[in-house]
């Protein structure tokens, strides 16, 4: 069964702490991404990677790292640095970056940071 | 003036209704066009992708592109309560590594 997964759906953290929010695809795909989603504001890139071991910033990577060590995985850390955490995170990939390549989206992280 | 925009809604309509979703933008290096079906809680869901300008058809769902006035839309035919959800637009250029651009979202109701 072909696809993305992250994982926790729902994660709650104290301020101040960090927290790494997981992104599994088994679909091969070259490049990775990551998006936060907030009310009306519709999805915003953090991050994305095009092969292992390298990635850039996107719009708002502000108190955001990732890491690629790996093809099928781009965990997400959110930072205490990050001045507000509390998002919907959606994890997203395709087979490469030209732009024809199609973006398929994992479930999502929905995060609480109180 | 944003890239995209998107009438976030919500918009409500009856089954069987022909509803038309839409976005304009104004980077006229956009070449590709995405709709996006994202149900409550839910990750996006692609729907629909064209490239450039003309009309692409599946199904019930009709995406159309209009390049001189920057303007795109996604007709759902016969609508079903199982539409309802929040629809996003999303566009790029056709350069490498160019981010996707994504509308706010239009939020849709369709009532049996």
């Known amino acids: 069964d072909g696809g993305i997964t992250q994982s926790p759906k729902y994660l709650f953290r104290k301020e101040g702490q960090n927290v790494t929010l997981s992104c599994e695809q088994n679909l091969n795909h070259d490049a990775m991404y990551w998006y936060r989603q907030d009310p009306g504001q519709g999805l915003r890139l953090i991050y994305y990677?095009?092969?292992?071991?390298?990635?850039q910033k996107g719009d708002i990577a502000e108190g955001y790292s990732v890491s690629r060590e790996k093809k099928e995985s781009f965990p997400l850390t959110v930072t205490s640095a990050q001045k507000n955490p509390t998002a919907f995170y959606l994890c997203?990939?395709?087979?490469?970056?030209?732009?024809?390549?199609?973006?398929?989206f994992g479930p999502g992280t929905r995060l609480t940071v109180t | 003036q944003k890239e995209v925009e998107q009438d976030p809604g919500p918009l409500s309509v009856p089954e069987g209704a022909i509803v038309s979703l839409n976005c304009t933008y104004s980077?006229?290096?956009?070449?590709?066009f995405m709709w996006y079906r994202q149900y409550s809680r839910k990750g996006p869901e692609l729907l629909m992708y064209?490239?450039?300008?003309g009309n692409k058809e599946d199904g019930r769902f009709t995406a159309q592109v209009d390049k001189s006035s920057k303007y795109i839309s996604l007709f759902i035919r016969d609508s079903q309560p199982s539409d309802s959800a929040t629809y996003l637009c999303?566009?790029?250029?056709?350069?490498?590594?160019?981010?996707?651009?994504f509308g706010k979202g239009t939020t849709l109701s369709v009532s049996s």
């Open positions: 064209t490239y450039s300008s």
């Open positions: 990677s095009q092969i292992v071991n390298d990635f």
């Open positions: 999303a566009m790029t250029t056709n350069q490498a590594g160019t981010a996707l651009i």
């Open positions: 997203a990939s395709s087979q490469g970056v030209t732009s024809s390549d199609e973006q398929y």
């Open positions: 980077n006229s290096a956009f070449q590709y």
